[in-house]
């Protein structure tokens, strides 16, 4: 369905002539006759009658105009369908002015990098930064400069052919350069991983077996801290959120005949804190299973 044309005024012969009324006090005070009988009052009739009959042609736009605007629009290689149907192409034309194409905020790059390549999972924009470089001073502080950190998706069925991150990297700076504003200089990196090792004691139930809900605690941290499916939104641990002893305890809390959790630590500290491009990587998991009477199971310490 096309979209229908705005109506550019639609103002009719009564609407003028009142409007024209109201303005004579102000600029002719000693004007007081406003009957139809007075000249002054017919001219202002005839004017707003010719004006009423322009105002209709204004709104009456030919195919001719709609060409031009089509053409002004699309580029001058732009040709009228063959079909002629002038109505499918205004809507065509006006959802491509709609989408997003110039990269000038951070949402702007994000989106289009997502947009660019379906293997890309996660973007992260920072303005000012410039990771690409090995300067510290850079790396925390570049004016117009934005740094793009993508994180791709797991690769899906092996024999599909996949190409390397350095490539996606390349073909993304690429494909933003002719999007970014003329003063910003822009680098698309992959993000970086904070190794993560988390110590803990687990308060085990007495049906509990220690290998197996062990094996399901550490497995519950891995998800947690996945940087594509984890986090507290189920969507990828958040870019820069630090990784407290406080979420450990909860997530440990919550694995099936765990019945308490005690001295959770994270890289022997109560939290990790990271940059805005940084991931936390599970390294390892030292956690330690008891029973009920506080006496640690045999091989109850995982790697």
């Not at 004016?143 to 390397?164: E, F, K, N, W």
């Not at 891995?222 to 406080?246: E, I």
Request: proline content about 9%.
């Amino acid at each position: 369905m096309p979209i229908p044309l705005p109506n550019l005024d639609d103002r009719s012969f009564d609407e003028l002539t009142a409007e024209a009324r109201a303005l004579i006090p102000g600029l002719q005070p000693d004007w007081t006759d406003h009957n139809p009988s007075d000249p002054g009052i017919t001219l202002v009739e005839l004017l707003a009658w010719l004006t009423e009959m322009l105002l209709f042609q204004v709104n009456q736009v030919p195919e001719a105009n709609v060409e031009k605007f089509l053409k002004l629009l699309n580029g001058p290689g732009w040709t009228r369908p063959e079909d002629g149907d002038l109505g499918a192409e205004i809507r065509r034309t006006v959802l491509d002015l709609r989408r997003r194409y110039r990269a000038v905020s951070a949402g702007d790059f994000e989106a289009l990098a997502t947009e660019a390549d379906p293997t890309v999972r996660r973007v992260r924009c920072l303005p000012g930064r410039d990771l690409s470089s090995s300067d510290p001073e850079r790396r925390s502080g570049a004016p117009a400069h934005v740094s793009v950190i993508v994180l791709r998706d797991r690769p899906g069925d092996p024999a599909v052919p996949r190409s390397t991150d350095e490539q996606v990297y390349t073909a993304l700076h690429a494909y933003l350069e002719p999007r970014r504003t003329l003063t910003t200089r822009h680098h698309v990196v992959g993000p970086g991983y904070v190794p993560v090792e988390i110590a803990a004691n687990l308060a085990l139930r007495a049906d509990a077996t220690p290998e197996e809900t062990l094996a399901a605690a550490r497995a519950a941290l891995a998800a947690f801290l996945d940087p594509l499916d984890g986090g507290p939104g189920g969507s990828g641990w958040p870019f820069g959120r630090a990784v407290t002893a406080g979420e450990v305890y909860t997530v440990l809390d919550r694995v099936a005949l765990v019945d308490y959790v005690e001295d959770v630590q994270v890289n022997g500290a109560a939290l990790v804190a990271l940059d805005g491009h940084e991931l936390p990587e599970l390294t390892g998991a030292r956690l330690t299973a008891y029973d009920a009477d506080g006496v640690p199971f045999e091989q109850a310490a995982t790697p």
